[in-house]
């Protein structure tokens, strides 16, 4: 009988809607990276499509192991779950002893081919972990300790790591929130989040962009008033505004005027 439940999992047809929107999201992803990088790829090693071309390959690798791993028994992952959540606290716990840094954070490990930023891995095995979590307590979800605080309390060695060793912000808000909703999903009560939750982040809020804000803060008022630093931090915002202001709702198709410019000028 298990054997037979195994093939016919193995058998499954494949679901073409979810398919189809990866690639599609795949192929717009691969498109926006030309788009973006060709200048930069252009001034750096003379090839507009160096960069585009490493995404492609890594885009292929990413389809060969979704393939391999759409045969795979989802419910396997059930009892792996606490393996999961321990090796994604020892993943983040090891970047910044022999992570690199780049921009003021340390976020990556160099494999030497390659760089990886081990909170990307993080967010899987969380995911793992808190579905494992979440269906083994469905019953006790709408009590507040067991639906909610417990569950957080999970998160917050997570969330501590990324923050204080990686300021990584947005890695935090994402983990966060798809933890959020599979909680609600999963039965723990909205009022919970409406009160506790809402408070306490907040709460965290107003002592990060205080206490600990750092560069959070220069990109604030960076975003507020952009021409106090257009070479800095307002560099992103700037660029963005004169890409709306020249393309307008509809925009002038790939490579924006700044890239075109900058493209005929290095070629001239």
């Known amino acids: 009988m298990a054997i037979a439940k195994k093939e016919e999992y193995k058998n499954k047809p494949v679901d073409f809607i979810l398919c189809i929107t ?100 993080a967010k899987i095995g969380l995911i793992i972990f808190f579905a494992a979590y979440l269906a083994q307590n469905r019953d006790k979800l709408k009590n507040i300790f067991h639906g909610f605080l417990k569950s957080f309390l999970f998160l917050a060695p997570i969330a501590f790591i990324l923050l204080k060793f990686q300021e990584h912000f947005s890695a935090t808000l994402i983990i966060i929130a798809v933890t959020s909703i599979m909680m609600l999903v999963a039965g723990s009560k909205m009022s919970h989040f409406l009160t506790v939750g809402l408070s306490g982040g907040i709460l965290g809020l107003i002592y990060l962009f205080t206490q600990g804000a750092g560069f959070r803060k220069d990109r604030i008022i960076a975003w507020l008033d952009p021409w106090s630093d257009p070479t800095g931090d307002a560099w992103q915002a700037i660029q963005s505004l004169y890409a709306i202001g020249s393309g307008g709702l509809f925009g002038e198709g790939l490579r924006s005027k700044q890239t075109k410019i900058f493209i005929h000028t290095r070629t001239t």
């Not at 606490?82 to 003021?104: D, F, N």
């Open 22 to 121: 990866v690639l599609l999201l795949l192929a717009l992803g691969i498109i926006m990276v030309l788009s973006a990088s060709s200048p930069s790829a252009f001034s750096e090693t003379g090839d507009s499509y160096s960069y585009v071309k490493k995404q492609a390959v890594s885009a292929v690798i990413g389809l060969i192991a979704m393939f391999v791993i759409s045969k795979i028994d989802y419910k396997i992952y059930k009892h792996l779950y606490k393996i999961a959540y321990i090796g994604s606290i020892l993943l983040l716990a090891i970047v910044p002893i022999i992570g690199t840094e780049a921009g003021g954070a340390k976020r990556w490990i160099d494999l030497g081919f390659t760089t990886f930023q081990p909170s990307e891995l």
